[in-house]
């Protein structure tokens, strides 16, 4: 916070001086009289020669009187003179302190524009300077960003020019001049200073990150010997500059990562978490359907096109749904879903209606001809409905029973629509299997787990994430995403989840006990529903005598929003268990939660790195790593299948990476064997 330097004086008695003063020459005076007029009645009474003496001693103490009173006349002015200094020197720091808060609230809700003119209005108030500017770095340039003089907005300067001015700048945060032209440190800028006839330059660095990214610049058109308390103040003022560039770039990033994650790039269609806000809107109506458009004939095209040429047809269909729905079919709401498919929400009708509108819709669409660089394309529609709430209550459901409507679409030749059909389907035969194996599963112990290494960017390893697999006695060896969401379904989740845990204290006791590797774990929702998980974990670090530290629980960002959650991630924080938020980005709750509730890293997930196969930089990564680096967070990425991956993240100051590109996940005796037989790999303790 900004503090105005103290200006008081030690308590002195300045009236008791003075007024001792003016006695004191008040008293020569007196004496100086009653010896002149002794002098002139000695001289009356004939006392002779010995009276001079007398009398010029009375002149002597007289003038030396009088000099000492004006003396005292000087000092009463010279001392009035400081007090008025004093004062305005307070008055001064007052309206910076002002200005300081005023700004500092304002950068919470200004956006860019209004910050910065209002930081240029305030700087040139407090410094009483008819020119203030402030002043963008990138690679290549130092562009003025916003200034009072409109003709300098816009203005470039090649950064490879101004070294020995930017030098200065990061060597001193405060850049005082007051002879511009002349001074050395703004030789590079000196075509600058002429053109705009600056005399006097004071500057003070933006600092993002602790590196130098912008300069916000008073300028004088007269000389100006700038004062201490002036340049505190501009440095200040440049300090709440610095903090709202970090907020917009926090700002931004977290825009970025909402408008990734919530619309499609290619049709500018919401993603199924983008449709959230429609869907609430139709659940609190109480009844609507839900359909899935599947688009049939779009390989073809991306066969003879290419992508590119996929991508617009795609693009196309968006637009033409988009248009008929303005005018025959207001009220239903569109989204994007992966594998050539659309997704209807659609406001409550009777079916029969329902049926007949949505048949009219893919009648159209299936008629029309999609021109993709000159050539007409014929595609196939189809489209599977669920209604809510006669054929589930979840979202997810509708969205799957929809798709098992879908299959029945496809078969339709006459209309391409089907509904579901609300006798027990071929799905929930499925699930209802899948579960009663998975109770035989955890009885009979049929589940292992695997472990992927972790390496640090110097290639150490430094741990490992524990994977679960699933030893099916007729299908083989499963990963998760074969049973994972009937055992969270079904509750079964929880003795699974245990039992994993279980796993990761005898590891961390047993075979990686003299190691300094650590374990992550993944923990569903359900387990940290529970009451008694904590002091679960609890007895699991005391029983196998474990440093807490060593065990990294991962959990999704959605939980962060649940306050009775949250509090039981604070209760293992205290444990000394390490948090981790996994896949972080694609469940997007709001960056600020972790501003909030603090982890101890996040992992990168592997759709923003996946872009790295296909071209040389990936900015959602970037800004993810610089979050990761502004909040003091460790960041893991995961998913990393290639060299330049590898090279990129650990250029880019990743902490630790997992992937296909390092070692595969495998089971525990060979990780353990290759551990012993190879110590190197990791620290030892």
């Known amino acids: 916070m900004y503090q105005a330097p103290d200006t008081r004086r030690s308590a002195r008695p300045r009236p008791q001086r003075r007024l001792m003063g003016l006695l004191s020459g008040a008293l020569g005076v007196g004496v100086a009289l009653i010896l002149a007029i002794s002098w002139q009645v000695s001289r009356q009474a004939g006392l002779g020669s010995a009276l001079a003496w007398l009398g010029a001693g009375s002149m002597v103490l007289l003038a030396v009187s009088l000099l000492f009173l004006r003396e005292l006349g000087h000092q009463r002015d010279a001392q009035q003179r400081m007090e008025r200094a004093l004062h305005d020197s307070r008055r001064r720091l007052l309206a910076q302190q002002q200005a300081w808060h005023e700004l500092r609230n304002l950068q919470h809700e200004a956006g860019d524009s209004d910050f910065y003119s209002s930081v240029l209005n305030s700087t040139a108030r407090l410094m009483n300077v008819p020119r203030v500017s402030i002043w963008l770095l990138d690679d290549d340039t130092m562009t003025c960003q916003a200034s009072l003089d409109d003709a300098q907005v816009g203005e470039q300067l090649p950064i490879e020019r101004l070294d020995g001015y930017l030098g200065a700048l990061r060597e001193s945060p405060g850049l005082a001049s007051v002879e511009a032209q002349q001074d050395p440190r703004l030789a590079c800028l000196n075509g600058y200073l002429v053109r705009y006839e600056v005399v006097s330059m004071l500057d003070a660095g933006i600092f993002v990150g602790g590196e130098l990214r912008g300069i916000l610049c008073c300028e004088s058109l007269l000389p100006r010997r700038w004062h201490a308390e002036e340049v505190s103040c501009l440095i200040a003022v440049s300090g709440l500059v610095s903090q709202f560039a970090e907020s917009l770039r926090r700002r931004a990033a977290e825009q970025d990562l909402h408008r990734y994650l919530h619309y499609d790039d290619v049709t500018g269609l919401p993603t199924l978490r983008g449709l959230d806000a429609p869907l609430e809107r139709h659940l609190e109506a109480g009844r609507f359907h839900l359909g899935v458009l599947r688009i049939g004939g779009l390989s073809q095209i991306n066969e003879t096109l290419g992508q590119r040429g996929g991508d617009q047809a795609l693009s196309l269909i968006a637009q033409h749904l988009q248009r008929y729905m303005d005018l025959t079919l207001s009220g239903i709401d569109l989204a994007r879903l992966p594998s050539n498919r659309l997704v209807l929400v659609m406001p409550d009708t009777t079916r029969d209606v329902a049926h007949q509108l949505l048949a009219e819709l893919l009648e159209t669409l299936n008629a029309h001809p999609w021109w993709v660089n000159n050539q007409a394309y014929q595609l196939q529609f189809a489209l599977g409905i669920a209604s809510y709430p006669d054929h589930s209550g979840s979202v997810e459901q509708l969205l799957q029973r929809a798709e098992l409507a879908l299959k029945e679409a496809r078969h339709d030749t006459r209309h391409g629509v089907a509904f579901y059909a609300s006798e027990l389907s071929e799905w929930q035969q499925r699930q209802n299997l899948l579960e009663r194996e998975l109770r035989e599963a955890i009885r009979s112990q049929q589940f292992c787990v695997y472990l992927q290494p972790q390496f640090d960017r110097q290639g150490q390893l430094r741990g490992a994430e524990m994977l679960l697999r699933w030893q099916h006695p007729e299908r083989g060896l499963l990963g998760p995403d074969g049973f994972i969401h009937e055992a969270e379904r079904s509750g079964l989740i929880r003795p699974i989840g245990n039992w994993v845990l279980e796993q990761a204290g005898q590891l961390l006791a047993g075979p990686l006990a003299d190691s300094q590797l650590s374990l992550s774990v993944n923990v569903s929702v359900q387990q940290l529903r529970d009451e008694d998980f904590v002091p679960r974990i609890a007895r699991l670090i005391n029983r196998h005598a474990i440093a807490p530290g060593r065990l990294t629980l991962e959990v999704v960002e959605s939980l962060l929003l649940a306050p009775r959650i949250s509090l039981q991630l604070k209760a293992l924080r205290d444990l000394g268990v390490e948090l981790s938020l996994d896949d972080f980005g694609t469940g997007y709750s709001s960056l600020r939660y972790l501003q909030d509730f603090r982890v ?81 790999l990791a620290d030892h303790g």
Do not use: W
């Open 600 to 680: 101890d890293e996040i992992k990168l997930d592997k759709v923003f790195i996946d872009v790295l196969q296909q071209c040389d930089d990936a900015p959602l990564a970037r800004s993810i790593i610089a979050l990761a680096k502004t909040l003091g967070l460790k960041l893991v990425a995961e998913g990393v299948e290639t060299a330049f991956q590898l090279e990129y993240l650990s250029r880019h100051g990743v902490d630790l990476v997992q992937g296909y590109h390092l070692a595969h996940p495998e089971p525990v005796a060979d990780f353990v064997m290759r551990l012993q037989t190879n110590p190197s």
